[in-house]
């Protein structure tokens, strides 16, 4: 449009222009307003501002203007090309001002836009009939023209100081408002005037398009220069960044490398694993190169083959973990340890990736479960330790009759020998009552340097005819270097044999040879004894329960379900442990560690029975005082004393017991502990401050020693103290000791399995 726009133009001034030289300076400053109409054009396609477009359109007016002007010069009489030539100077004048503040960034409504184009209009077609002087009528816009092109001139000052091209535009545009100021008076000049400002027409046009060309050159060329800055520090910083790529890399693999949990990265599509960490690789039992590439079926079997879709794949192995976050991984060799851990989605080299956390929790849940067992025995301990002590007083009753009805002479042999089967099952009740009581001690056991190669030894001898009739072979693997600890010989004992005869009754009635391998072994700063069996194992789903109190696989007079119970407590007093590892079909092997520690043995006490018996007093010279809330105690103690010689006397309570012995003088006091108003102990202490010389002649009968507070009375007091229920020998025999003036000494409680020690 442009250059058909030219074409006319040109025609139109060749048609119309003299062949003057007149006509060569118009043709010159057609040209160059032409060239600066090129120029903005251009600017505005590539800049897309909308004051070179504004620009253009003013020059290309004021092309107009100069060829009704040269048209003027052929006739002066034609007022349409003055209308013409004073509108298209009014126009380029709104068109500089509008493209100007449109630079400066003020734009405005276009509806003034449109009211300046009407009132230009209207002064345009107006003036040439109002006014006949074409000064008067061209001077309103051409003044309009200078002042758009002084404000344009100031707007490219404030880029002087900056830019080259700038400058020359700031100058030219300000000569070319002068220039505008006196065109007005064109008419009225010679020829050679006229032809001298068309030339700087001219000039000044090319002047401004070189300086428009020149201030694109320098934006440009500062443009490149900012975008090569950014360019520069776009290099730089994606080399910092890459820098910090590294190290986040190199951090990530050493945290992935030392990390204590196993780490698999499993591709989501395939469900293979594509890294591990060391960890991962100890975990699994695998090589370093043996985890890539392996599917996650091999380590996780409830895992199922790949899906179709990402989404299925990852549901896949979420389901993998229970609701604690556990799940069960098959090492190389095929064992199955027990994880927790999680699956977490990630990206990884630009894929998803599943990254699955875990670690082994088998020790952690034994443990647990150990926890759980001693809460679970320690809440059960105080209710076995009320029903026990409340036990014994009757029992003590039952045996105490049937040990003085066996004694008397006019009966005949079937009443004796039933009085023996009516003993022999409270023994074996007061057995069951001895066993709670030594599962709820809460007492320390009396530790001494031991052998433990020796306790095997010896328990082993103990079950040799069990083991005989049971057709059970037994082996033994004994470290001969084991080193000596502290124990309570009898207790440990006691745990062996039990874990011994369990292991007779679980082969009973299995095919083949029973067979039953008792080891020890020093791991560390501990003895390891196990004892293991070829039987039929035990099931998972009662391996949990087997050390619970009360809870037994035997038949109904076969087992009380305390053993194990007993076992477990007795190594929890020892600083121990007890577990078991079994498989159903393979056997079981009951585990005992305790720990090695040194310490003086404590000197022995022995008694000299034929010292007793020289000293021993005359009983009919001897007054017993003895104390009791339970009435058949009373009874029982009395007639067993009485029938032997001694003089006594009765007494309910404390209370009762001190002013009985204010008047009378007593040898000795055979006390209860637990009793209203006045218990055993403070008995011992109202004793201590008034009758001292009778505090060395107290003995008390009790079934209170698991009471810590008792315990450790009758520990520190140094008082004789036999356990309820009790053999009346063994009271006759205390008796004797104390009235003499004898040691303290150890009562053995007849047990059916094994004599274990009572103190007294």
Request: net charge negative; proline share 4%.
């Amino acid at each position: 449009m442009s250059g058909h726009l030219a074409t006319n133009a040109t025609a139109f001034v060749s048609a119309t222009l003299p062949p003057t030289g007149l006509a060569v300076t118009v043709a010159l400053a057609l040209l160059s307003t032409w060239v600066v109409v090129v120029v903005l054009a251009y600017l505005n396609v590539h800049t897309r501002q909308a004051c070179f477009r504004f620009w253009a359109a003013a020059w290309l007016c004021f092309s107009l203007y100069l060829a009704a002007s040269v048209a003027l010069e052929q006739r002066p009489e034609a007022t349409f090309l003055v209308t013409l030539g004073c509108a298209s100077v009014g126009i380029s004048a709104l068109c500089m001002l509008w493209g100007s503040l449109q630079w400066a960034g003020r734009t405005q409504h276009n509806r003034y836009l449109g009211l300046g184009l009407l009132a230009i209009l209207v002064w345009s077609f107006a003036a040439p009939h109002v006014l006949r002087n074409r000064i008067w009528v061209n001077l309103p816009t051409s003044l309009l023209l200078a002042l758009a092109s002084g404000f344009t001139a100031t707007l490219y000052a404030k880029q002087s100081k900056e830019l080259k091209g700038a400058v020359l535009l700031t100058r030219g545009l300000s000569l070319w408002s002068l220039q505008m100021i006196a065109f007005p008076w064109e008419a009225s000049l010679s020829p050679g005037f006229k032809t001298l400002g068309y030339v700087a027409t001219a000039v000044l046009a090319l002047c401004m398009a070189l300086g428009m060309i020149m201030l694109a050159l320098e934006q440009a060329r500062a443009r490149n220069e900012a975008l090569l800055g950014e360019f520069k520090r776009g290099i730089a910083q994606r080399r910092l960044l890459e820098q910090e790529v590294n190290v986040s890399e190199e951090r990530y693999r050493l945290l992935f490398d030392s990390a204590g949990d196993a780490i698999f990265l499993v591709d989501l599509g395939s469900l293979r694993i594509i890294e591990a960490n060391p960890a991962a690789e100890a975990l699994a039992g695998f090589g370093p190169d043996q985890l890539v590439g392996r599917p996650l079926l091999d380590l996780c079997p409830k895992v199922r083959s790949p899906g179709e879709s990402l989404l299925e794949n990852k549901k896949n192995v979420e389901e993998l973990f229970d609701a604690a976050g556990e799940f069960q991984l098959v090492k190389a060799q095929g064992d199955r340890v027990l994880c927790e851990g999680s699956a977490t989605l990630v990206d990884c080299d630009r894929r998803p990736v599943l990254q699955i956390n875990a670690r082994e929790i088998t020790g952690r849940k034994k443990l647990e479960q150990q926890l759980r067992q001693s809460e679970k025995l320690s809440a059960l301990g105080q209710l076995v330790a009320g029903v026990a002590h409340e036990l014994n007083n009757p029992l003590a009753v039952v045996m105490g009759y049937a040990q003085l009805l066996a004694k008397h002479k006019a009966i005949d042999d079937k009443m004796r020998k039933d009085l023996h089967k009516v003993l022999h099952e409270s023994e074996r009740a007061a057995n069951i009552v001895r066993n709670l009581l030594t599962f709820v001690r809460p007492r320390e056991p009396h530790l001494a340097m031991v052998d433990v190669n020796r306790l095997v030894t010896e328990a082993l001898e103990t079950r040799e005819v069990q083991v005989q009739s049971a057709n059970v072979k037994v082996v033994r693997k004994l470290t001969a270097d084991l080193p000596e600890t502290t124990a309570d010989a009898g207790q440990i004992e006691q745990v062996l044999t039990n874990l011994v005869a369990n292991a007779i009754q679980a082969m009973d009635g299995q095919p083949g040879p029973g067979i039953i391998e008792v080891t020890t072994e020093r791991r560390g700063d501990r003895i390891r004894i196990a004892v293991a069996d070829n039987g039929p194992g035990i099931p998972m789903q009662i391996i949990d329960k087997i050390f619970d109190p009360f809870f037994t696989t035997k038949g109904p007079g076969k087992g009380t379900g305390l053993g194990l119970s007993i076992c477990y407590s007795i190594m929890e007093e020892h600083k121990g442990r007890i577990w078991v590892e079994s498989e159903v079909g393979k056997g079981s092997q009951f585990i005992v560690e305790l720990p090695v520690v040194k310490c003086p043995d404590a000197p022995d006490e022995k008694r000299n029975d034929g010292d007793m018996e020289e000293f021993a007093p005359a009983p009919q010279q001897r007054r017993l005082l003895i104390v009791d809330d339970e009435p058949g105690i009373v009874d029982v103690l009395s007639e067993a004393l009485n029938s032997t010689g001694y003089r006594t006397d009765t007494a309910s309570n404390g209370v009762e017991a001190l002013k009985q012995i204010a008047s009378q003088d007593y040898d000795l006091i055979i006390s209860d502990m637990c009793m209203p108003e006045m218990n055993g102990e403070e008995l011992h202490a109202a004793i201590s401050q008034h009758h001292p010389h009778l505090q060395h002649r107290i003995i008390f009968v009790t079934g209170d020693t698991v009471s810590p507070t008792s315990r450790r009375f009758l520990e520190q007091s140094g008082v004789r103290w036999l356990t309820k229920p009790f053999a009346i020998s063994d009271i006759e025999r205390l008796v004797a000791s104390c009235l003499c003036g004898g040691l303290v000494e150890t009562v053995h409680a007849r047990d059916d399995s094994k004599s274990t020690p009572t103190a007294v």
